[in-house]
C-alpha cells in the first residue's frame, strides 16, 4: 500500500528539553492512524512537525511524497490541518470564516459558496452561520473549525484532539464527521488523549508519552494491554499481609501502603469480590472499595515494560 | 498573470479584508491611531497663534506615521493569543503574503485617516491640483512604508498587544520628535538634522514642509525615492524578523 505520511527519527529540541524524541511511523493511504498519548506527551509538536508549521530539529518527512519542509507550501494544498484548539475568528460570522479559509485555499467565489453551505449543513451550523463566531457554543465553534479545515477537500487530514473539551454529544458529532471523511477515501492523522476515541476511530494507534513512541499496534492488541492494567483500590479499617492478597485468584501487581490497597489486574469484579471475603475472613471493615480503569502513563509504563521483557 | 501570482493576490487581499473586519474597531488602534496624533497635535497647538500653513505637514505627516503604524502591531499578538496564526500558516499562504496582506490592512487605514488632515489643508491652504496630487503620493508612499514599519515593531513573538505597543511608543516617540514633524527640517539644529536624517520619517516630513510651505531641505521626488528605499528595507526586516520568532509564537 502506498504510504501517505512517512515520518523517520524526527526530533525535535528546545534548548536541552526534546519534545519529541525520535519518533518514526508511517501511515498508508485511507487509514485512520492515531496518536494516542497525555497531555505534553509531544502529540501537538508531532503534527507541527508534520504539518511544516515547525522544523524538526532532526530526522525526515515525507507526506504524500514530497519532503517537509521543503515542499510544505505544495504539500499543505492536499492538507487539511485542524489545530488543537478551536481557533475561529470570533470576529467574523462563521460564513465569512468560511469564505476567508476558501480565499486562502484558492477556490472559486461560487465553490465557496457551495461548499461552505454544504459542510455548515453537515455540522448542523448553517442557520447560525451568519452570526458573529464570538455567540456560538464550544462545540459549534469546534464544528465550524472542522468545516473551514475541510474546505480544501484534502486527501490527507491532521486533526488534533478534535472532540478536546467538548460536551458528549458535540464529541459524538465530530466522530461521526470523521468516520464519513475515512469512509470518503481520506487519509486521516488523529491524535487524542482519550482511549476509547482511539479504538472506535483509528485502525493503528500509536502510544507515544514523553516525546517517544512506545508501541504502534492496532486498537485491539493495545485494549489487552489496557485490561491487565485496571486496578481494585481498596481501604480498610486494618493493614492486610500482602502474601494473603497475592494469593488471591486474579490478582497481578500489589501494592499495600497500611491499610490500603492497590491490585492490578484484568478482571477488577473478581478481584474485589475476592477482597471484601478476605477481609471479612480476617475480621477486618472494609472502609472504601473501587474499581480504575488504566492511565495513558500507566499503559505507557507497561508498554515499555512489555517491550523490554520481549527483547 | 500566472496563475499562482494570481492565488498570491487573492491571498493577500483575503488577508488585508479580514484585519479591516476584525482589527480596525479594536481598541489599540483606535488608541494608537486616531486618538494619540490627535491628542499629540493638540498639545502642540493649543495656546500658540501659528499660521494653518506652518501646522499642516506636521499634522498630515504625524497622522501617517500614527494610523499606517497601529493596525500591524495589534495583529500578530491577538492572532498569536487566538491561535488563529496557526491555522494560518499551517494553510498553503507563504509568510510575505501574511505580513504584505496586515500591511495592506494598515496601509489602507492610513489612508482612511489621512483623508481628515489632507482635506483640512485643501480647504484651510488652498493647495494646487499639483500640489495635492504629491500630497496624496506622499500619503500612499508613507502609508506603505510605515505600514512595514509596524509590522517590524511586531516582531517579537508576544501575545499582548500592550506588549508591543509599549515597544513601539519607545520608538515612534523619539522618531517624531527627530524628524522635523512640528518644526522642518531646514530649521532644525544641524546636530538634531544629522540624526534626523536616519529616521524615515524625516522624509515624509520633509516632503510635506517642502509641498506645503516650501521649506524644504531635499526635492520632493528624492524624498519619495528615499522612503520608497526605505520601505524595502522595512519589507525585507520585517519578513526576515517574523520568520525568525514564527515558532517561537507557536
Same mark, same amino acid.
Given at each position: ?16 528539553? *526534546?519534545?519529541? $524524541?525520535?519518533? @518514526?511511523?508511517?501511515?498508508? =493511504? !485511507?487509514? +485512520? ?130 472532540? *478536546?473539551?467538548? $460536551?458528549?454529544? @458535540?464529541?459524538?458529532?465530530? =466522530? !461521526?464527521? +470523521? ?133 | ?250
Amino acid at each position: 500500500m502506498e504510504q501517505v505520511i512517512f515520518a523517520e527519527d524526527i526530533v525535535k529540541r528546545y534548548g536541552d528539553v *526534546s519534545a519529541v $524524541d525520535g519518533i @518514526s511511523f508511517s501511515v498508508q =493511504r !485511507g487509514e +485512520i492512524f492515531g496518536l494516542l498519548g497525555p497531555n505534553g506527551a509531544g502529540k501537538t509538536t508531532t503534527v507541527r512537525m508534520l504539518t511544516g508549521v515547525i522544523s524538526p530539529s532532526s530526522g525526515s518527512i515525507s507526506i504524500l511524497g514530497l519532503d517537509m519542509p521543503a515542499s510544505a507550501n505544495e504539500i499543505r494544498k492536499h492538507i487539511g490541518v485542524l489545530p488543537e484548539t478551536a481557533n475561529v475568528y470570533v470576529d467574523l460570522t462563521g460564513q465569512q470564516n468560511m469564505a476567508l479559509f476558501g480565499n486562502l485555499y484558492g477556490l472559486k467565489k461560487d465553490a465557496i459558496t457551495e461548499r461552505s453551505a454544504q459542510l455548515l449543513r453537515k455540522m448542523n451550523i448553517l442557520e447560525a452561520s451568519n452570526r458573529l463566531a464570538k455567540t456560538y457554543s464550544k462545540g459549534m465553534k469546534q464544528r465550524l473549525s472542522l468545516s473551514m479545515t475541510l474546505m480544501t477537500d484534502g486527501e490527507v487530514l491532521f486533526l488534533d484532539e478534535p472532540t *478536546s473539551g467538548l $460536551d458528549a454529544e @458535540s464529541a459524538r458529532e465530530i =466522530r !461521526g464527521v +470523521i468516520s464519513e471523511m475515512a469512509d470518503e477515501g481520506r487519509t486521516i492523522l488523529l491524535t487524542t488523549h482519550n482511549m476509547q476515541e482511539a479504538q472506535d476511530l483509528c485502525s493503528r494507534v500509536a502510544v507515544i508519552n514523553r516525546g517517544k513512541i512506545a508501541a504502534i499496534d492496532t486498537p485491539v492488541n493495545l485494549r489487552r494491554t489496557f485490561e491487565e492494567r485496571q486496578s481494585v483500590v481498596m481501604q480498610f479499617a486494618q493493614p492486610i499481609p500482602k502474601e494473603r492478597i497475592q494469593a488471591l485468584a486474579g490478582v497481578g501487581e500489589v501494592f499495600v501502603t497500611g491499610p490500603n490497597v492497590r491490585c492490578y489486574t484484568s478482571d477488577p469484579g473478581m478481584v474485589l469480590t475476592g477482597l471484601v471475603e478476605l477481609a471479612e475472613e480476617l475480621g477486618i471493615k472494609v472502609i472504601s472499595g473501587s474499581t480504575e480503569t488504566a492511565s495513558l502513563e500507566d499503559v505507557f509504563l507497561e508498554l515499555i515494560r512489555s517491550k523490554g521483557e520481549r527483547r | 498573470m500566472t496563475e499562482s501570482a494570481n492565488l498570491y493576490l487573492r491571498q493577500i487581499l483575503a488577508i488585508a479584508r479580514k484585519d479591516i473586519r476584525v482589527y480596525y474597531t479594536k481598541g489599540p488602534t483606535l488608541i494608537f491611531g486616531l486618538l494619540f496624533p490627535f491628542f499629540f497635535f493638540l498639545s502642540f497647538v493649543v495656546g500658540r497663534e501659528m499660521e494653518p500653513t506652518t501646522l499642516m505637514p506636521g499634522l498630515i505627516a504625524m497622522v501617517v506615521f500614527f494610523s499606517a503604524t497601529a493596525v500591524g502591531p495589534v495583529i500578530f499578538p491577538i492572532e498569536t493569543r487566538g491561535n488563529t496564526l496557526e491555522r494560518l500558516v499551517s494553510l498553503p499562504v507563504p509568510l510575505w503574503c501574511i505580513l504584505t496582506g496586515d500591511s495592506l490592512a494598515s496601509a489602507a487605514f492610513c489612508l482612511i485617516s489621512s483623508t481628515v488632515p489632507v482635506t483640512l489643508a485643501y480647504l484651510l491652504i488652498g493647495l494646487s491640483l499639483g500640489q495635492i496630487a504629491l500630497t496624496v503620493v506622499g500619503v500612499i508612499a508613507g502609508s506603505v512604508c510605515f505600514a512595514f514599519f509596524g509590522q517590524l515593531l511586531s516582531a517579537p513573538p508576544v501575545d499582548q498587544t500592550s506588549t508591543i505597543m509599549m515597544l513601539g511608543t519607545m520608538v515612534k516617540f523619539p522618531l517624531v520628535f527627530i524628524s522635523g514633524i512640528f518644526i522642518p527640517l531646514v530649521a532644525l539644529p544641524e546636530m538634531i538634522r544629522f540624526v534626523s536624517l536616519l529616521s524615515p520619517l524625516t522624509y515624509l516630513a520633509d516632503l510635506f514642509w517642502g509641498l506645503l510651505t516650501g521649506a524644504s531641505v531635499f526635492h520632493p521626488l528624492l524624498n519619495l525615492a528615499i522612503i520608497a528605499g526605505w520601505t524595502v528595507l522595512l519589507i525585507v526586516a520585517s519578513f526576515l524578523a517574523h520568520r525568525r520568532t514564527l515558532e517561537k509564537r507557536l
